[in-house]
Nanobody, 126 residues
Framework: QVQLVESGGGLVQAGDSLRLSCAAS????????MGWFRQAPGKEREFVAVINWSGGITYYTDSVKGRFTISRDNAKNQLYLQMNSLKPEDTAVYYC???????????????????WGQGTQVTVSS
């Protein structure tokens, strides 16, 4: 069993910053690629950022490039998403996801990830 638990969401104003965390526990995954996704009300879950298992390769959706930074601490089994210059359109539930046995590839589709957290709400007011 693998558990992913997100934290760090909240209500902020446009231009503010938030740092999301995702703690992994349970069964150890082999070479897990990790991703952040988000889902706004009435919309499909969308890719935000991905990081490979070693942390050396990252990839972002265009709308967050230059504002968000994904990182990981494998020793602590933690995944992070630093979000700066937040905009109202960033409002969504943010989910972390894990894909074991990953290669150095940009896994951007939700169906590629078998493990998910419960999500944390991020609300950005204008």
């Amino acid at each position: 069993q693998v558990q992913l638990v997100e934290s760090g969401g909240g209500l902020v104003q446009a231009g503010d910053s938030l740092r999301l965390s995702c703690a992994a526990s349970g069964r150890t995954l082999i070479k897990p690629g990790m991703g952040w996704f988000r889902q706004a009300p009435g919309k499909e879950r969308e890719f935000v950022a991905v990081i490979n298992w070693s942390g050396g390769i990252t990839y972002y959706t265009d709308s967050v490039k230059g504002r968000f930074t994904i990182s990981r601490d494998n020793a602590k089994n933690q995944l992070y998403l630093q979000m700066n210059s937040l905009k109202p359109e960033d409002t969504a539930v943010y989910y972390c996801a894990a894909k074991p046995f990953s290669s150095d590839y940009y896994y951007t589709t939700p169906s590629e990830y078998p493990y998910w957290g419960q999500g944390t709400q991020v609300t950005v007011s204008s």
